[in-house]
């Protein structure tokens, strides 16, 4: 169980954190699982910042490539867009707020399918699904919707969410472990992103 502390990091999965622990973890910092999806992000993180009270949140984690950066790379995200909430399928889908619905509504604040990140720099965008891409045609006819997206993950915007209503500021890490769409784990390189991700995190929080 977490305690109070610093900065709060969260990190999806028991494989990512324990290869994020095993290369040093990230001294100072509340170290925590948000859980797999974007549901269980929102949910766990949200309970995380009301228990917590930290003063800043980090994401870091395992992202798809949807672009030409290299395997093994990370990337620190300035926004995060969701995809699959609204109606229909592939070519046929409409984001909710195409119908007149918006993700949260209150007052004058309307949270559509865009969410700005803690991060200073060029755009660059994440894009948060439900169910990552199963194949390279799959992954293709993403980036032809989101053209703008770097990579795909499964809970950034979950969190992103439940940061925003509780006022509590996110950045995004993400390690590219592989090109979106490719399931053999075997091309992966998932211990060389993580590394990665935790360098670029370190180096954030140094400057933060």
């Known amino acids: 169980m977490p305690a109070r502390g610093g900065p709060l990091v969260l990190v999806p999965t028991p494989l990512e954190l324990r290869h994020l622990e095993e290369l040093g973890g990230f001294p100072g910092c509340v170290l925590a699982r948000c859980g797999f999806g974007p549901v269980a992000a929102a ?13 800043r949140a980090w994401l870091v984690g395992l992202a798809g490539s949807l672009g030409a950066e290299p395997l093994g790379a990370a990337l620190r995200f300035t926004r995060v867009r969701l995809d699959g909430v609204g109606v229909g399928a592939g070519s046929a889908f409409r984001p909710a707020s195409r119908i ?3 993700q949260w509504e209150e007052g004058e604040e309307r949270i559509e399918e865009t969410l700005a990140l803690a991060a200073p720099g060029a755009p660059c965008e994440l894009l948060t699904v439900g169910a990552a891409s199963a194949t390279p045609a ?3 006819a993403r980036r032809a919707r989101y053209p703008e997206a770097a990579a795909e993950d499964m809970e950034a915007f979950g969190a992103a969410l439940a940061c925003r209503l509780a006022g509590v500021e996110l950045g995004v890490v993400r390690g590219l472990s592989n090109r979106a769409g490719e399931r053999d784990a075997a091309r992966w390189e998932t211990h060389a992103a ?8 370190l180096a954030e929080l140094e400057r933060a």
């Open 43 to 55: 949910a766990r993180t949200a309970e995380l910042l009301a228990r917590l009270r930290p003063p």
């Open 138 to 140: 799959e992954a293709a």
């Open 100 to 102: 007149g619905f918006a």
């Open 194 to 201: 993580l590394a990665a991700a935790r360098t670029r995190l």
